[in-house]
């Protein structure tokens, strides 16, 4: 079975940065479509970013674009999501996700709801003064 591990999470001010970070354990990442998610207290999943295999084809929820840049290193099995100028509303669990390719691209994997294959435990990003 796919496990997956965030790190990074944690408290920063209003136009902070953090780097999220999610790795797999024992198995490759090849060939699966690999997403961030985020859920706060009373507000519905939202897909943040995701990203396909075969082309690095990205996808990018409104809110966050042009501050969150995702990214693949497929060598070492891991994803990242590097979020800059962050604001209070970014505040929530952020978990990673992994889906085969062959069923999910990086859009409807960030937009259609799905029941992703593997999930990480979630890592906690606050953005407070």
């Known amino acids: 079975q796919l496990q997956l591990v965030e790190s990074g999470g944690g408290l920063v001010q209003p136009g902070g940065s953090l780097r999220l970070s999610c790795a797999a354990s024992?198995?490759?990442?090849?060939?699966?479509?690999l997403g961030w998610f985020r859920q706060a207290p009373g507000k519905e999943r939202e897909g943040v970013s995701c990203i396909d295999f075969t082309d690095g084809t990205t996808y990018y929820a409104d809110s966050v674009k042009g501050r969150f840049t995702i990214s693949r290193d497929n060598a070492k099995n891991t994803v990242s999501l590097q979020m800059n100028s962050l604001k209070p509303e970014d505040t929530a669990v952020y978990y990673c996700?992994?889906?085969?390719?062959?069923?999910?691209?990086?859009?409807?994997?960030?937009?259609?709801?799905?029941?992703?294959?593997?999930w990480g435990q979630g890592t906690q990003v606050s953005v407070s003064s």
């Open positions: 024992r198995f490759t990442l090849d060939y699966y479509t």
């Open positions: 996700a992994a889906d085969p390719e062959f069923r999910t691209t990086a859009q409807a994997m960030c937009t259609l709801n799905l029941n992703l294959k593997s």
